[in-house]
């Protein structure tokens, strides 16, 4: 007869043995259930994917912090709406696009590594025109992938002076890229 303990249970003794198999457990219990949320908020079978594994990861992570106020099976559905609602909102503000998008005119008789070197080159040039605590916010945040709230934290700083600082600092780029002294896009 095999015994299966209540998710409470495998989380509590793992905060008491740091036991790994807490973790497979977990993970064979609700990889369907958080997948299919995933899929149901981005519609992409790839992002759901990627994004069930990064939210496991949190949890994981995280898993000490679980008080227990609720099920963990609230708690997990809630990690998961709000990490997918993160992602979406950051990838819509976030727009990107290709670094040689409309710039092959500068760029004749370069192959691709060649460009791809200058550009970093005119990055770096720009990032030390500018201040360097703006510098550390924008490679914090663009870099290292930190959310505002850990940037906050690092920094000492409320999440709106960091939003804030952030523009600025991304404006600030944008208006010297656009000076032939650092780049020429």
Not at 157 to 168: G, I, N, Y
């Amino acid at each position: 007869m095999k015994i299966t303990l209540s998710d409470e249970e495998i989380i509590r003794q793992h905060i008491q043995s740091s036991a790994a198999g807490c973790y497979e457990s977990l993970y064979r219990r609700y990889q369907k259930k958080v997948y299919k949320q995933c899929l149901a908020m981005t519609k992409n079978p790839e992002q759901a994917q990627d994004f069930t594994h990064d939210v496991f990861i949190r949890v994981f992570v995280s898993l000490d912090g679980f008080q227990g106020r609720s099920s963990f099976a609230t708690w997990l559905t809630s990690v998961v709406y709000y990490y997918c609602l993160d992602q979406l909102k950051r990838a819509k503000r976030l727009a990107t696009i290709a670094l040689d998008e409309g710039i092959d005119y500068y760029y004749t008789g370069m192959d691709d590594s060649e460009k791809t070197d200058y550009q970093l080159q005119q990055l770096s040039n720009v990032l030390r025109a500018i201040r360097p605590k703006d510098a550390l916010m924008l490679k914090l945040k663009y870099e290292d992938g930190l959310p505002v709230s850990q940037i906050s934290l690092q920094l000492n700083l409320k999440e709106s002076a960091v939003k804030m600082r952030l523009k600025r600092s991304r404006n600030k780029v944008r208006e010297l890229c656009r000076t032939p002294l650092y780049c020429m896009y």
